[in-house]
Every structure is written in C-alpha cells, then in structure tokens.
Nanobody
Framework: QVQLVESGGGLVQAGGSLRLSCAAS????????MGWFRQAPGQEREFVAV???????VYADSVKGRFTISRDNAKNTVYLQMNSLNSEDTAVYYC?????????????????WGQGTQVTVSS
C-alpha cells in the first residue's frame, strides 16, 4: 500500500512559478514510476509528466520546456517545478505511482493516486 500526498498548489499570476511536491509512504519508492496528471474544470484528466525509476522523464507537449519533474528517493518525494504558468495550466494536479521501469502515460497504467492539489493561474 502506498499513500501519496500532494502539496504546493495555490494561486499564482500568469508568468509565475510553483513547485508541487508529492510525498509517498512506504520503503520501496525507488521501484515506482511517478507521474503527474491534471484535471481542469469540465475536462478529462490528462497526463503532464512522468519520471522513471532511473530518472528518465517524459512530458506532455503542452508543458515541455516549462515544467520539470524530479524525484528524491531518499525523501520519497517527487516534484513538479512549473514555470511560465498561464491560465491553461489551471487545474487540480494529481500525482500517481506504479511499479514500473518504463514511462507510463495513461491513467489506467497507475495504481496509486494522491488526493490532488489545486493550481490556479490568474491572468
């Protein structure tokens, strides 16, 4: 059983930055691929980024060059640094985990989910 707790969301002006954190319970964090997804009002949840067990990363085209996913296995934490935010980034952001050595990008690929953290970008 893995529990995920996101933090770091909030209200930011367009062009600003936020860093989200996702703390995981358990002793096998390094075995998990960690992903970030987001869901805007009235829209389906979408993939944002994933980091593999080896530290490789994949990003959605909409955030490439602006967002950076990273992990600290010693702290059981994955991060999402978000720069140059715009109103289209407004959403609830979720982290997710699955035991995998690849780069899962579909919701159905993930087994554990956090409760989400709200990010609101004002224009």
């Amino acid at each position: 059983q893995v529990q995920l707790v996101e933090s770091g969301g909030g209200l930011v002006q367009a062009g600003g930055s936020l860093r989200l954190s996702c703390a995981a319970s358990g002793r096998t964090f390094s075995m998990y691929a960690m992903g970030w997804f987001r869901q805007a009002p009235g829209q389906e949840r979408e993939f944002v980024a994933v980091i593999s067990t080896s530290g490789g990363t994949v990003y959605a085209d909409s955030v490439k060059g602006r967002f950076t996913i990273s992990r600290d296995n010693a702290k059981n934490t994955v991060y999402l640094q978000m720069n140059s935010l715009n109103s289209e980034d407004t959403a609830v952001y979720y982290c997710a985990a699955v035991v995998s050595n690849w780069y899962p990008r579909r919701q159905d690929d993930y087994y554990y989910w956090g409760q989400g953290t709200q990010v609101t970008v004002s224009s």
